[in-house]
């Protein structure tokens, strides 16, 4: 499956952004999806994951309570809004997805084996 991530840009502190991943190629398949960040100098980590239905999420403790993660099937997209935004959540997001019929989220990047092209978020303070 090949992804396009989109919505970044830049925001003040305490704003708000909702990022897309778009799925083509093999949708009909079922795939568990996540999102991860990679911040200048640092290397890249988990933020949230959601399961091959939408069913189960997983968040990262920095984003427990701001971040939401969900997918719309018929449009075979992921979104993650991201609310009450700060200056370390700026990064470059990814989006990435694995086949899986199981019903498990993923939360390690050596998981996935498909990966979108990443956005950059940027929050002002």
């Known amino acids: 499956v090949q992804l396009q991530a989109s919505g970044g840009g830049l925001v003040q502190a305490g704003g708000s952004l909702r990022l897309s991943c778009a799925a083509s190629g093999r949708t009909r398949s079922t795939y568990a999806m996540g999102w991860f960040r990679q911040a200048p100098g640092k290397e890249r980590e988990f933020v949230a994951a959601?399961?091959?239905?939408?069913?189960?999420?997983y968040y990262a403790d920095f984003v427990k309570g701001r971040f939401s993660i969900s997918r719309d099937s018929a449009k075979n997209t992921m979104y993650l809004q991201m609310n009450s935004l700060k200056p370390e959540d700026t990064a470059v997001y990814y989006c990435a997805a694995v086949l899986d019929y199981s019903g498990h989220l993923f939360l390690r990047d050596s998981e996935y084996d498909s990966w979108g092209q990443g956005t950059l978020v940027t929050v002002s303070s």
């Open positions: 959601t399961n091959r239905n939408g069913g189960s999420t």
